[in-house]
Nanobody, 124 residues
Framework: VQLQASGGGLVQPGGSLRLSCAASGFTVVDYRIAWFRQAPGKEREWVSSVTSSVARTYYADSVKGRFTISRDNVKNTVYLQMNSLKPEDTAVYYC??????????????????WGQGTLVTVSS
């Protein structure tokens, strides 16, 4: 099982980026997949999730209305479209696979596989 996160980079405030999380060794449609981020000097925090099967989406308040999580079942990839980026969005972004069962999305112990992280820097 592997998760490969990509798509980070340097962008100006107000700009957009799309992150990708390519999965191998399992099918994303069968698992809840989340994005987390860790800003410099801060703890890692949950950003967004897409559920298995019907692909319901959930967002942290800090990104609601600006970020969109989606899933491509054919490519076995989950995306995070980030618009209206702010300097406070600067962080390393990680995708993760949640274990089956009843867990809160923010509970990082509920995730069994993590991508390597991709750096997003929002700066002028």
């Amino acid at each position: 099982v592997q998760l490969q996160a990509s798509g980070g980079g340097l962008v100006q405030p107000g700009g957009s980026l799309r992150l990708s999380c390519a999965a191998s060794g399992f099918t994303v449609v069968d698992y809840r997949i989340a994005w987390f981020r860790q800003a410099p000097g801060k703890e890692r925090e949950w950003v967004s999730s897409v559920t298995s099967s019907v692909a319901r989406t959930y967002y942290a308040d800090s990104v609601k209305g600006r970020f969109t999580i989606s899933r491509d079942n054919v490519k076995n990839t989950v995306y995070l479209q980030m618009n209206s980026l702010k300097p406070e969005d600067t962080a390393v972004y990680y995708c993760a696979r949640r274990k089956h069962g009843y867990y809160r999305d923010v509970n990082q112990a509920a995730y069994d596989y993590w991508g390597q992280g991709t750096l997003v820097t929002v700066s002028s």
